[in-house]
């Protein structure tokens, strides 16, 4: 459904994405996990044909960010790590805008809009401006928009970074119920928890470049330790592990007990 192949974006001398490749099937929820500044972001926005790209091919069902963007956009759903832009608009209104650009009846489009909502449990924020609710309600009705024109591939960066408990479980079990379905899902988080229950296979990205991918199974094997968390692990293959043992050996010899 998704193949990014040999993938380049730099930014001046930054190499955002550095000959990055992976594919991500029907059925699959594909976790990228990397350090802040990774190119998770730039990877997606590339797929998305939202930014010139420096090399490689993307393809989405087929179909080109580069040559025909309007069409790779109409087969996904995005929700953004940054902030919705259009803040005064109502739920309401930004739905129906987002089923005019995509092309979808107005009515299907309310009709998924009320769905995904009341799934979120969010129907009463429908007529508030969007900059009155709270962050985490903001997401939800990014999420909705997202899904407004049943997209087979959902490209999700740290979809849940500010959902409470329950409604991380619902954004959980209707991910999983859209690869039932026969979809495909990238997301990017920084929950190793999640990505160890939820995806299918993980890459972790490091500098640009996916530096292992596989099954949590298949990267323990890597790691040679069955039982190891995805943490430990993830700390390891981006090279980070000594970095946090210096860190913490250091915050220890420069605190003393506090004061009384
Ligand atoms: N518009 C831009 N102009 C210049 N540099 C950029 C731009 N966007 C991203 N970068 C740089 O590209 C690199 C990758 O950034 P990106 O946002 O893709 O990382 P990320 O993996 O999504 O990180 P995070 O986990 O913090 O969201 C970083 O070094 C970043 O500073
Ligand atoms: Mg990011």
Redesign the pocket.
């Known amino acids: 459904m998704l193949e990014v192949v040999h993938l380049k974006k730099y930014?001046?001398d930054?190499h955002?994405v550095d000959d990055t490749s992976f594919v991500v099937r029907g059925g699959e929820i594909y976790g990228l996990l990397?350090?802040?500044?990774?190119?998770?972001?730039?990877?997606m926005k590339c797929i998305l044909g939202l930014l010139d790209i420096d090399g490689g091919r993307v393809s989405v069902m087929g179909e080109d960010p580069v040559v025909d963007p309007q069409a790779v956009k109409a087969s996904i759903g995005y929700v953004p790590?940054e902030p919705l832009v259009y803040k005064s608009m109502t739920p309401a209104e930004l739905f129906n805008f987002v089923a005019s650009i995509r092309r979808v009846d107005a009515a299907a489009a309310s009709r998924k809009a009320m769905e995904v909502l009341t799934a979120l449990d969010a129907t009463r924020h429908y007529q508030d401006p969007i900059i009155t609710l709270s962050r985490g309600n903001q997401q939800k009705i990014q999420v909705v928009a997202a899904m407004l024109h049943e997209p087979r591939l959902l490209i999700l960066d740290?979809p849940t970074a500010n959902l409470d408990a329950k409604s991380t479980r619902i954004v959980k079990e209707m991910l999983h119920l859209h690869v039932e379905q026969g979809g495909a899902v990238l997301l990017?988080t920084?929950v190793m928890e999640q990505a160890a229950e939820l995806c299918t296979r993980i890459g972790i990205?490091n500098r640009g470049k996916v530096v292992i991918e596989g099954t949590l199974g298949e990267l323990r094997a890597v790691a040679k330790e069955s039982g190891a968390s995805l943490e430990n692990m993830f700390l390891r293959f981006t090279g980070q592990d000594k970095d946090v043992q210096q860190a913490v050996a250091r915050l220890r010899s420069t605190n003393g007990a506090l004061g009384a």
């Not at 990397?34 to 990877?43: D, E, L, M, Q, R």
């Open positions: 930014f001046g930054v955002a990397g350090p802040n500044g990774a190119g998770k972001t730039t990877t790590e740290e990017s920084h990205i």
